[in-house]
């Protein structure tokens, strides 16, 4: 991580406000723009609470923002800090809300400022932290669920339907391939070989990517696919088309150009409705009956927050990179 620090304008300083830590970014750009910050301790607004955050989940959207490559979906302005869902502490809480109160212990969604001593969050996308479950678990589950819940749902895929899924073995994908196998549907996952033994852990069918997938696909499901959920990136729309039999049956959340270029759904968030609580609730309902499990990759302080991004960038992660805090 780079060893400057970078100063929110009109931030500290300023008469009766308070300084907190925090990393994040002053421009669009590689590693180097990343470091540790100082910002002003957010004030929540009606409907939202002010979370003291304990850990914080590192998605492949970090360093995407990060870099500018998604300044279209997910403008920011500088400086601004990374982190869309955090494991903490609520404790300040806004007009209008009546479920939280200081001092509970939750995880959710956020709209960035997740790498950060503090973080501002809706109230209604939070749920209450099950006391047995630990903070840098708790925190690798908001964005996973919603993305595997969300694109379950828009894909309409249903029992007895086979579903494939690029990057399987990330934490979309676990969760995606947890999700279909408690409700009947069966999963062939791509993967590199050292994930193979991960995926059929996880009642996954796995397959190597690269030059011959379709071949892989089609000898292990013979009668076809009927969807495709994209969740790596990597240039495999219209092979996904082409084994789905049609766009419409195509799903991405990795690959906003392609999507374009080749007709098919991006699904990332932004203005569609969110699945949060549904989501967040049936992820924790299959935690507690032990028929989920989002595995940790990495589990690394704050302050390291610039080699969590380097590893996530690089792919082949299996499960989630958190981000302990405090």
Do not use: C
């Amino acid at each position: 991580m780079s060893t400057s620090k970078h100063v929110a304008p009109g931030t500290p300083g300023t008469p009766g406000s308070l300084a907190t830590k925090a990393v994040g970014i002053v421009e669009y750009g590689d590693l180097d723009v990343l470091g540790p910050i100082e910002v002003e301790l957010p004030a929540p607004g009606p409907g939202q609470v002010r979370v003291a955050v304990r850990a914080v989940g590192v998605n492949p959207l970090d360093h995407k923002v990060r870099s500018g490559a998604l300044v279209d979906l997910f403008p920011v302005s500088f400086p601004a800090v990374l982190g869309y869902e955090v494991a903490g502490v609520v404790e300040a809480v806004g007009a209008g809300v009546t479920e939280w109160r200081t001092g509970d212990e939750v995880l959710g969604a956020v709209h960035g400022g997740g790498y950060a001593e503090y973080a501002l969050a809706e109230a209604d996308r939070l749920v209450r932290k099950p006391a047995g479950l630990d903070w840098t678990a708790a925190a690798a589950l908001p964005v996973a669920a919603e993305t595997a819940w969300r694109s379950l749902d828009l894909l309409g895929v249903e029992a007895g339907h086979t579903l494939l899924v690029h990057g399987a073995a990330g934490g979309v994908g676990t969760a995606v391939l947890q999700f279909a196998r408690a409700r009947g549907i069966r999963v062939i996952g791509t993967a590199s070989e050292a994930n193979h033994a991960y995926l059929r852990e996880l009642g996954a069918v796995p397959v190597t990517y690269g030059e011959g997938l379709a071949e892989r696909v089609r000898a292990v499901a013979p009668e076809g696919v009927d969807r495709v959920l994209d969740a790596a990136g990597a240039d495999v729309l219209p092979l996904s088309i082409e084994l789905a039999g049609g766009a419409e049956h195509v799903l991405t959340i990795a690959d906003w150009q392609g999507a374009t270029r080749h007709g098919v759904r991006f699904s990332g968030g932004g203005e569609e409705p969110t699945y949060d609580r549904p989501a967040l609730n049936a992820a924790l309902d299959l935690v507690e009956a032990g028929g989920l499990d989002i595995p940790l990759h990495r589990v690394l302080p704050l302050a390291e927050a610039a080699d969590a991004l380097r590893e996530s960038e690089r792919g082949h992660v299996r499960g989630k990179i958190v981000l302990t805090v405090g």
